[in-house]
């Protein structure tokens, strides 16, 4: 019988030094049925020549590669590997992270004996260039037994763990590419938001490479903010308690604010005001747990 096809769409920038190993462990998966579909976004080095050796070692397996002539984004990025896909299901894999070679088994055969259309799994986190293992990323029971709101306080779901029938960007369409940073967690709440089922998958069978400190800090800011702006976009979202909406984008908000407060005092009073319109009773509850974190900082 026929296995369904897997499409797995991998968008790349500058990514040269660690797409072969993606690429390899997709070649790995002890699931056969799939096709690769790497978007380059307009990034110029080896990585068309490197997708294009790698198609020759797998045969008659497809690998499409396709370069935008302008850098338009990860979510543009996804979108158009997503149109060229032919499989029933997707499955995403940003190009410097690593499947272990049961992802795709565990995958299909979680959303296959429970009728899911999405599933993901706890990743386990290492550093760049030492390898060194980071810890796990993942929900906590609580937070599966919480679903979607769990998912609104906190976004557990790294997108190279996530495999999805083809019918969720069929219906709820594409990545916005508006969203620069946190376009994920934007994507995973439309899904919930459309009735669709989530499942979740024991075990660890993906691997996400994460940058340097430094790195990690310099950027943290601007995600924070894009974080707060997705929450902002979705807080009128019937799926999620009302107080947890509340609570949880106020507080987003008040954190983008207190970040600002000296750099840029125009953009933490717009922050700060966006708190108060999507709840003021969240914002003084958010406000209140701030001040009493601080007061234990203190002690």
Known sequence: MTKPLVSVIIPAYNAEGLILEALMSVKAQ??????IIVVEDASKDRTEEIVQEFARTVGDRNVKYIRHQNN????????????QAQGEYLALLDHDDLWKKTHLEAALSKLESEAGDLAYSTVQKFENGT???????????QDIENFPASLFSRNYIQPSAVVMRRSIPEKIGSFDPNIKSVQDLDYWLRVAAAGFKFVYVSGIHT????????????NMKKILEEHAIVLRKHRNLSIIPTKIRGYVAARYHLGVAKRNLK?????????????????????????ITVILEKQGEAR
């Open 207 to 218: 691997l996400y490479r994460t940058k340097n400190t430094s790195a990690m800090t310099a």
């Open 263 to 287: 750099r840029n005092p125009r953009k933490a009073a717009e922050f700060f005001i966006w708190a108060w319109r999507i709840s003021p009773k969240g914002a003084v509850e958010a406000l």
């Open 131 to 141: 390898n060194k293992l980071l810890g796990l990323w993942g929900p906590e029971q």
């Open 72 to 83: 338009l984004g990860l979510s543009e990025t996804r979108n158009t590997a997503i149109k």
């Open 30 to 35: 002890t699931y056969p049925d799939w096709e």
